[in-house]
């Protein structure tokens, strides 16, 4: 076993890890201060003080100790983690960071009460529960409790919410704890994606309970109908379900919309009616908004001088539109659908004329949309126009294909090839995994260039870091 290392995190939370980057969490952590997934940023903006919440499977203690900060002594926490060396070294996180608001359980949940077989893996996200003789790896013998026991052990009433993260153990645990969600109406997250394969039958497990199923919208903050006849984003890990009680509330918080005003359904994606009931719409074109930004101060003359010759408003629209999004005044089904357009429309730009900037207009929006496949198809794209055709054209007003560069200046219009080429790199390579710990010496090149650019970001300098130790190419 490697020794121990205690790591703080974004959110002030100090949590203790095995020091190896050969594991998934202590690499993460160390990469980007955080865990990779959307939804713990979401959290942070959902859970408030006060709140009862439950992990289950809670491994290290990434979103328990998150949780356990949001709701504050007067809340509670209750973690559920069978893994002996797993669950020592999250009681140390617990007792580091003061949280005698959180119950660590060392319990594995199910449908049934007793014992059950632990694997025991190097990652231990990886752990799971393991039924027959024909099991031959390292494993332990863990107490296995139910949603219900549970419930009646711990007095719970008013649950808010809860995360699920039982690695295939899902449908044995609403099994097992039919009562509990009979009668409580938590908000629920839980794992959709286990390796390449989407759990749909779980969407329609929660739905036969009365628990509609929702996705996040990241760049809004906001959940929205899950439909699980359309096909999934390949990068989408988690869900979201709640009744319709849990729905209204959350709905009148603006976290959630049960169903957007759906603008792109308009003919050619009309967004009249949008800006005839908001503000003008000068508060919202790029003259007003791009053109602030240090690198469009550096291109604004060029583009007033493109866009007056430009037979085309499809390209000012899907700005407005972007921009219009991110207006927190206004209402959030309101600033979905605007986002919803804007996407709509780029894609549809990008696929029949991507000239231009189009592809890093599309790339920004399509991650904020939660369409990550399709934002890394356009970086992929726009990196093969810039390195291999030799080819930057900024002319046409767009967006940063990611927010740190909304506020990194090119200097001048000499160097903004050398500005866009790292703004795209930069989002490959924070998009295309989830981490450099999955894509490995293969990220080596391209955060080589990003670094030898000079414009990469503190996490671009980290993962650099971090892969040459990891693979021995310490500079």
């Given at each position: 076993?490697?020794?121990?290392?205690?790591?703080?995190?974004?959110?002030?939370?100090?949590?203790?890890?095995?020091?190896?980057?050969?594991?998934?969490?202590?690499?993460?952590?160390?990469?980007?201060?955080?865990?990779?997934?959307?939804?713990?940023?979401?959290?942070?903006?959902?859970?408030?003080?006060?709140?009862?919440?439950?992990?289950?499977?809670?491994?290290?203690?990434?979103?328990?100790?998150?949780?356990?900060?949001?709701?504050?002594?007067?809340?509670?926490?209750?973690?559920?983690?069978?893994?002996?060396?797993?669950?020592?070294?999250?009681?140390?996180?617990?007792?580091?960071?003061?949280?005698?608001h959180?119950?660590?359980?060392?319990?594995?949940l199910?449908?049934?009460?007793?014992?059950?077989?632990?694997?025991?893996?190097?990652?231990?996200?990886?752990?799971?529960?393991?039924?027959?003789?024909?099991?031959?790896?390292?494993?332990?013998?863990?107490?296995?409790?139910?949603?219900?026991?549970?419930?009646?052990?711990?007095?719970?009433?008013?649950?808010?919410?809860?995360?699920i993260?039982?690695?295939?153990?899902?449908?044995?645990?609403?099994?097992?704890?039919?009562?509990?969600?009979?009668s409580?109406?938590?908000?629920?997250?839980?794992?959709?994606?286990?390796?390449?394969?989407?759990?749909?039958?779980?969407?329609?497990?929660?739905?036969?309970?009365?628990?509609?199923?929702?996705?996040?919208?990241?760049?809004?903050?906001?959940?929205?109908?899950?439909?699980?006849?359309?096909?999934?984003?390949?990068?989408?890990?988690?869900?979201?379900?709640?009744?319709?009680?849990?729905?209204?509330?959350l709905?009148?918080?603006?976290?959630?919309?049960?169903?957007?005003?759906?603008?792109?359904?308009?003919?050619?994606?009309?967004?009249?009616?949008?800006?005839?009931?908001?503000?003008?719409?000068?508060?919202?074109?790029?003259?007003?908004?791009?053109?602030?930004?240090?690198?469009?101060?550096?291109?604004?003359?060029?583009?007033?001088?493109?866009?007056?010759?430009?037979?085309?408003?499809?390209?000012?629209?899907?700005?407005?539109?972007?921009?219009?999004s991110?207006?927190?005044?206004?209402?959030?089904?309101?600033?979905?659908?605007?986002?919803?357009?804007?996407?709509?429309?780029?894609?549809h730009?990008?696929?029949?004329?991507?000239?231009?900037?189009?592809?890093?207009?599309?790339?920004?929006?399509?991650?904020?949309?939660?369409?990550?496949?399709?934002?890394?198809?356009a970086?992929?794209?726009?990196?093969?126009?810039?390195?291999?055709?030799?080819?930057?054209?900024?002319?046409?007003?767009?967006?940063?294909?990611?927010?740190?560069?909304?506020?990194?200046?090119?200097?001048?219009?000499?160097?903004?090839?050398?500005?866009?080429?790292?703004?795209?790199?930069?989002?490959?390579?924070?998009?295309?995994?989830?981490?450099?710990?999955?894509?490995?010496?293969?990220?080596?090149?391209?955060?080589?260039?990003?670094?030898?650019?000079?414009?990469g970001?503190?996490?671009?300098?980290?993962?650099?870091?971090?892969?040459?130790?990891?693979?021995?190419?310490?500079?």
């Open positions: 076993m490697p020794p121990n290392i205690t790591l703080k995190l974004v959110d002030g939370v100090h949590i203790v890890v095995p020091d190896s980057l050969d594991l998934i969490t202590t690499y993460v952590l160390r990469e980007q201060g955080d865990w990779f997934e959307d939804e713990i940023k979401f959290l942070r903006h959902l859970i408030q003080p006060g709140q009862r919440v439950i992990d289950i499977g809670a491994n290290y203690g990434v979103y328990t100790l998150a949780m356990a900060k949001l709701v504050g002594p007067t809340g509670s926490v209750w973690a559920f983690e069978p893994a002996s060396n797993t669950a020592d070294l999250l009681a140390t996180s617990i007792a580091t960071n003061n949280f005698s959180v119950m660590l359980v060392r319990s594995a199910s449908n049934t009460t007793g014992t059950a077989q632990l694997s025991l893996n190097e990652n231990s996200e990886l752990n799971e529960l393991v039924r027959g003789e024909q099991f031959m790896g390292a494993s332990e013998t863990v107490p296995l409790v139910t949603l219900d026991a549970s419930m009646d052990s711990y007095g719970w009433k008013g649950i808010d919410f809860m995360k993260d039982a690695e295939g153990e899902e449908t044995n645990i609403l099994r097992g704890g039919r009562n509990f969600l009979t409580e109406s938590p908000l629920i997250q839980y794992e959709i994606k286990a390796g390449d394969e989407f759990h749909l039958d779980l969407v329609r497990q929660f739905s036969a309970l009365g628990y509609q199923s929702y996705r996040l919208v990241p760049g809004l903050n906001l959940l929205i109908p899950f439909d699980d006849e359309v096909a999934a984003d390949g990068y989408l890990l988690n869900l979201f379900c709640c009744k319709p009680d849990r729905a209204a509330h709905a009148t918080q603006g976290f959630l919309v049960k169903a957007a005003a759906n603008i792109s359904s308009l003919n050619k994606f009309d967004v009249s009616h949008i800006s005839n009931k908001s503000v003008g719409y000068d508060k919202y074109g790029w003259q007003e908004t791009l053109v602030k930004l240090p690198y469009g101060k550096v291109l604004s003359e060029t583009w007033v001088k493109m866009m007056a010759n430009s037979q085309s408003n499809e390209v000012e629209e899907s700005l407005f539109l972007y921009s219009l991110r207006d927190t005044s206004l209402p959030i089904a309101e600033r979905f659908a605007a986002l919803e357009a804007s996407y709509l429309k780029l894609k730009l990008c696929e029949t004329q991507p000239v231009y900037l189009r592809l890093s207009s599309l790339a920004r929006v399509a991650r904020d949309y939660g369409a990550r496949s399709v934002a890394v198809n970086l992929g794209q726009l990196c093969n126009t810039i390195f291999q055709q030799r080819q930057v054209n900024p002319v046409e007003p767009f967006l940063a294909p990611g927010e740190r560069f909304d506020s990194v200046s090119p200097h001048n219009q000499n160097s903004i090839g050398n500005w866009i080429a790292a703004a795209a790199l930069e989002e490959l390579e924070r998009n295309q995994t989830f981490s450099s710990y999955y894509s490995g010496m293969s990220s080596m090149q391209r955060l080589e260039l990003i670094h030898n650019i000079g414009l970001g503190d996490e671009m300098q980290r993962r650099l870091i971090l892969t040459r130790q990891r693979f021995g190419a310490v500079k």
